[in-house]
């Protein structure tokens, strides 16, 4: 099992930024890879971003490239996603995710989910 728990959502400008984080607790956090997702009212949940667990290599969805890193510390058990030029339509609750694949961009292939973060952009 592993537990999953999202901090650093909040209310920001369009054009700002905000640090998300993920903690994880339970089995050995760099057996996962981890992964970023993100669900905007009335839409289905879509994926940001993923890290694998030991490169480090990292993918995004075009929609935030460029804007968006992902990141981890394996020593600390956590996952980042720094979000900067925020846009309003990043509008949405943010998920972090743990999965047994080497990556994956497909939400079904992550089996452990954390509660969300809202996070939401004005203009």
């Given at each position: 099992?592993?537990?999953?728990?999202?901090?650093?959502?909040?209310?920001?400008?369009?054009?700002?930024?905000?640090?998300?984080?993920?903690?994880?607790?339970?089995?050995?956090?760099?057996?996962?890879?981890?992964?970023?997702?993100?669900?905007?009212?009335?839409?289905?949940?879509?994926?940001?971003?993923?890290?694998?667990?030991?490169?480090?290599?990292?993918?995004?969805?075009?929609?935030?490239?460029?804007?968006?890193?992902?990141?981890?510390?394996?020593?600390?058990?956590?996952?980042?996603?720094?979000?900067?030029?925020?846009?309003?339509?990043?509008?949405?609750?943010?998920?972090?995710?743990?999965?047994?694949?080497?990556?994956?961009?497909?939400?079904?292939?992550?089996?452990?989910w954390g509660q969300g973060?809202?996070?939401?952009?004005?203009?």
């Open positions: 099992q592993v537990q999953l728990v999202e901090s650093g959502g909040g209310l920001v400008q369009a054009g700002g930024s905000l640090r998300l984080s993920c903690a994880a607790s339970g089995r050995i956090f760099s057996s996962y890879a981890m992964g970023w997702f993100r669900q905007a009212p009335g839409k289905e949940r879509e994926f940001v971003a993923t890290i694998t667990r030991s490169v480090y290599n990292t993918y995004y969805a075009d929609s935030v490239k460029g804007r968006f890193t992902i990141s981890r510390n394996n020593a600390k058990n956590t996952v980042y996603l720094q979000m900067d030029s925020l846009k309003v339509e990043d509008t949405a609750v943010y998920y972090c995710a743990a999965s047994l694949a080497y990556y994956s961009k497909n939400s079904d292939d992550y089996g452990y973060t809202q996070v939401t952009v004005s203009s």
